[in-house]
């Protein structure tokens, strides 16, 4: 397990006995750089899940989980840690959620878990069959069927952002049902906000796509003044190069185009010493399905900003 920390990534330890790391969560502190660290550790027949307080890396088994079976994912949203598991005997999945040292069973009869968030006092648990909402005492609320959810993310009260392996975007508001924005590749389920800086209203949703060979890395959707999001105006990256994450698009194509992205995040700004991309920006990174982690930032060699692959 790695952390990225100013320029350099520093080597985490991990349970002694922990097996393949296929998943990770961090429920935050109430100061910057603290909180619980949880990761899911999975080998052929058993599923552990491990949590530690983030500086110390004291590890400890949490949980009964293994009692439902194979736990696939686990997620942290408001303060809660959330996993997703198959019921023993049955092709059914539960959602679960960590209660003391025990998770306590939520939603049964699910299908896999792909995502949970918090917004307005509800949360949002996405599955591979759709999108439960309910309320902070889990109770009650809607559900959505119908959607193969691969990612999910809260822009705010109004804007729950879901989107689909069958190529759709869901945009998820309180009460009503999704509003459907279809587009022509799948969704990988990378979901992240990008922000010119600090006090600027320039945003963007970054959204991994999965088409073709050779055809995937992410589109950008613009943000307006006024936060709301132009479902109408989704580009790749570059295409806009006065609105866009990069410099151009050519050397987008060139590079992380061609690889699958899992996982983006732009880095929060912080010391001054931390690498910028051709902005003067925060990093934006990227997590492939095959290739490692790739980060966009200036080099000697290209000033302007380049996707690379982390060391």
């Known amino acids: 397990m790695h952390r990225f920390s100013g320029n350099t990534w520093d080597v985490l330890p991990v349970p002694s006995d922990s097996k393949n790391i ?19 550790s999975l080998d052929d027949t058993t599923a552990t899940i491990y949590g530690a307080d983030i500086g110390s890396w004291n590890w400890g088994v949490i949980g009964n989980a293994s009692n439902y079976g194979l736990v696939q994912s686990i997620y942290a949203a408001n303060k809660n840690l959330f996993a997703g598991a198959r019921q023993k005997g049955s092709d059914a999945y539960a959602i679960l959620n960590l209660n003391g040292n025990d998770f306590t069973e939520i939603i049964a009869g699910c299908r896999d878990l792909s995502g949970v968030v918090y917004a307005d006092s509800n949360y949002y648990f996405a599955t591979t069959a759709g999108i439960y909402k309910r309320d902070s005492n889990f109770a009650g609320g809607d559900y959505w069927g119908g959607y193969t959810v691969t990612g999910i993310f809260s822009y705010n009260a109004t804007n729950i952002i879901a989107v689909t392996s069958d190529a759709q975007i869901l945009q998820v508001g309180p009460s009503a049902a999704p509003i459907v924005h279809a587009k022509s590749d799948p969704f990988t389920g990378a979901i992240a906000l990008w922000q010119k800086d600090k006090s600027s209203q320039e945003k963007l949703l970054l959204l991994g796509v999965k088409g073709g060979a050779d055809d995937y890395g992410y589109f950008e959707v613009p943000i307006t003044d006024k936060n709301n999001i132009d479902w109408g105006n989704i580009y790749e990256p570059g295409a806009q190069e006065s609105r866009s994450s990069v410099n151009d698009i050519d050397s987008y ?7 699958v992205v899992r996982a983006l995040i732009q880095a929060p700004p912080s010391a001054d010493t931390d690498p910028k991309n051709h902005l003067g920006l925060p990093v934006v990174f990227a997590a492939t399905q095959k290739d490692g982690v790739w980060s966009y930032r200036a080099t000697a060699e290209k000033p302007n900003g380049v996707w690379n692959a982390e060391d």
């Open 22 to 40: 296929f998943d990770l969560a961090v429920v935050p502190g109430s100061t910057p750089g603290t909180g619980k660290i949880y990761i899911l």
């Open 253 to 259: 194509r060139q590079q992380l185009k061609k690889h």
